[in-house]
């Protein structure tokens, strides 16, 4: 049986964080990232987290809250450029940074989530973030091994859920967040509706209810080029 | 760099896409190719999730979850779909996208390329950028022929990362074009202010013409 639990306050959440967890965290700059959730994250007990991100939040928000907040131990992701608080503690020996691929992150994740334990890319041979990793000639093509990623916990972000838990996304906001949803043994989405079951199309269903364990109501509300906090 | 420079290199990546062509655009240079798409009909993939990019929206319009892969707010086209990030680079590295247009701060004599680094900084951003050399049917990069020191960005080794094992096809420059064919730098179009003979003084890199 898989159960669904609709969080009334956020910080019911708090038992589920442990140190040293392995966060899986979805957003592509802003667009899709659980701001909400991220925001208590800021504030519980627990952190030396491992986090599994594109970015480490953007502009002050999501992440950023959890990593100056001095919860993150090590990230892994594409695009940290973009985090120059992140840079300096990295280059203070604070902050582990593991850099992959935008694409091959993506593929991890898909391939955690799938029961794979990992692929082969052709993406990066050749280049410095392949020092290590095993190359493969594949038909005469050289291809990368990438281990699949897995995490304890993903936060998510959805634009409606039915109380069985079933997600649909909105436009870009969708990113890596689908694909987060299958890798991590416990799975959170915040989302800025819930509706009745049935309410959602099955077509439209992107994220099947199986996966998601629980569901927060998002406080954040968009105006013109921002994400405002309406609480 | 002058804007009218991007704006030279922007338009004639803009003259070399085919009707048709499924195209990523890269940040900088590559973006304002849109700009001089024309009646041409190109379907714009970004890699956050999204084939079918229209222009940019009003103010009044903007739907802050709806970026390109720079972050900047856009609009969608009529056919346009969404899609996860896992299925964006299987469409990239499945070689389905026609062109990727690039930027980069050197080429080599043989088309390997370095966008992804910045000098004397470290590197943390990587992004797409692998993914779309790999995997794009076509690249095209896009870039002032000189660094600011005056220094040619087409240099016989890279001195900063590759990007890929994987060669492009083309480099556009404000200058002139050049396409990497065999182990050869072939010169395709000259754009005015420097003749073969003065780009071949100021290029460390046999040309051919």
């Not at chain 1, 991590?184 to 099955?202: N, S, Y």
Request: aromatic share 8%; with cysteine; net charge negative.
């Amino acid at each position: 049986m898989v159960y669904l639990t609709i969080i009334r306050d956020v910080k019911d959440l708090e038992f589920l964080f442990k140190d040293s967890m392995k966060l899986l965290v979805g957003g592509f700059g802003l667009s899709g990232t659980p701001l909400t959730i991220l925001d208590a994250v800021a504030t519980f007990q627990a952190g030396n987290y491992i986090v599994v991100s594109n970015n480490l939040g953007d502009s002050g928000q999501g992440l950023h809250k959890v990593f100056t907040a001095g919860k993150i131990d090590k990230v892994i992701g594409s695009f940290f450029t973009i985090n120059p608080e992140a840079i300096v503690a990295w280059s203070a020996g604070q902050l582990a940074i593991e850099l992959l691929p935008q694409g091959t992150l993506a593929e991890a994740i898909r391939c955690g989530g799938a029961g794979i334990g990992g692929f082969y890319t052709p993406t990066a041979v050749g280049t410095r973030l392949a020092v290590g990793k095993e190359v493969r000639e594949i038909d005469g093509e050289r291809y990368l091994f990438e281990k699949a990623i897995t995490g304890d916990i993903a936060l998510i972000k959805a634009a409606k859920a039915d109380k069985a838990g079933n997600l649909v996304y909105h436009t870009t906001a969708r990113n890596f967040n689908p694909l987060m949803a299958t890798a991590a043994k416990i799975v959170i989405a915040e989302v800025d509706t819930i509706v009745e079951i049935g309410e959602l199309r099955a077509e439209e269903i992107i994220t099947p209810h199986i996966f998601v364990d629980y569901i927060v109501q998002s406080t954040y509300k968009k105006e013109g080029g921002h994400y405002i906090d309406s609480n | 760099m002058t804007a009218t420079s991007r704006e030279i290199i922007a338009q004639r990546i803009a003259n070399e896409l085919q009707d048709g062509d499924v195209v990523n655009l890269g940040v900088g240079i590559p973006t304002l190719v849109s700009k001089y798409i024309g009646d041409k009909k190109i379907y714009l993939q970004t890699e956050n999730g999204l084939l079918g990019m229209g222009p940019p929206p009003s103010d009044l319009d903007i739907d802050i979850d709806l970026i390109d892969a720079s972050k900047n707010p856009i609009t969608t086209t009529v056919e346009a779909s969404f899609f996860d990030s896992a299925f964006s680079f299987a469409m990239i590295r499945g070689k389905h996208v026609d062109v990727a247009v690039l930027g980069t701060l050197e080429v080599d004599q043989y088309g390997e390329i370095a966008n992804w680094s910045i000098p004397n900084q470290p590197i943390l951003g990587v992004g797409g950028a692998m993914d779309l050399v790999a995997g794009a049917k076509k690249v095209i990069v896009a870039s002032t022929l000189f660094n600011k020191s005056g220094a040619s960005k087409l240099v016989p080794k890279l001195t900063l990362d590759s990007s890929g094992e994987r060669r492009v096809e083309q480099f556009v420059t404000e200058y002139a074009s050049f396409s990497f064919i065999g182990e050869k730098v072939y010169v395709t179009a000259i754009y005015g202010a420097l003749s073969f003979a003065e780009l071949q003084e100021r290029i460390p890199v046999q040309l051919t013409k």
